[in-house]
């Protein structure tokens, strides 16, 4: 079993809806929380930053933690063709310690 | 101004040769990390090194050998190249290992095994 899992999608929506997405993880040790973005044929590039449980918001996205079930959650509003994307979660114990990566879950928002 | 930069971008090559991937960071980080990612899209940690010292070897094959330079360039090479080699190869620089998570990551290099 890998320590973060995520579903890989597709995920496909129409324009202008909300973009939900989900990871789980095993180790209770994890403290930080990221949503890398990819577009085809790019490196990630980071969207959100969390620190231990709660919520994060910037623009049009939200990032929700809860470690008492090891949930972690990236919420996209008003989503644009331009966010198709692949969506990674990354989690490490510690700032600057390795990041263990989901699988990553393909978008496809549809004009 | 690329920030994080990797050649070659595309690299194909035949069963048992030795290649290397090259990256370099102009963000002045001290911390720098090689990913493979496999057809399923799954990233992975191989290396990092903290001002030319490994930091992390994750349970990689000894074909495969990372080098520092100096704390702007870390280089791949990889011996005795089999197919399950084949994915892509990403670079990553962070400020240090006590700093702020965000690592930025070069393009990839897409190594192609036959």
Not at chain 1, 70 to 93: E, G, H, M, N, V
Not at chain 2, 11 to 20: A, E, F, R
Not at chain 2, 51 to 80: G, M, Y
Request: charged share 20%.
């Amino acid at each position: 079993q890998k320590e973060v899992e995520q579903d890989p999608g597709p995920l496909s929506v129409p324009e202008g809806a909300i973009v939900s997405l989900n990871c789980t993880y095993s180790n209770s040790a994890f403290q930080y929380f990221m949503w890398y973005r990819q577009y085809s044929r790019k490196g990630p590039e980071l969207l959100m930053y969390t620190y231990s449980s709660g919520n994060k918001e910037d623009g049009r996205f939200t990032a929700q933690v809860d470690k008492s079930s090891k949930y972690i959650s990236l919420f996209i509003r008003d989503s644009q063709p331009s966010d198709s994307a692949t969506y990674l979660c990354a989690s490490s114990r510690t700032a600057g310690n390795k990041l263990t990566f989901g699988g990553g879950t393909r978008v496809l928002v549809k004009p | 101004d690329t920030a994080v930069s990797q050649t070659p971008k595309y690299l194909v090559t035949q069963m048992g040769n030795d290649k290397s991937i090259k990256c370099e960071q102009n963000l002045g980080h001290d911390t720098m990390y090689w990913y493979k990612q496999d057809s399923k899209k799954f990233l992975k940690i191989m290396f990092s090194y903290n001002n030319k010292e490994l930091i992390i070897n994750e349970t990689v094959p000894n074909r495969f050998s990372p080098k520092s330079p100096d704390k702007a360039h870390l280089n791949l090479h990889i011996n005795s190249l089999e197919l399950g080699d084949s994915a892509v190869y990403f670079c990553a620089s962070t400020p240090g290992p006590g700093a702020n998570n965000e690592q930025f990551f070069g393009p990839g290099t897409r190594l192609t095994v036959l």
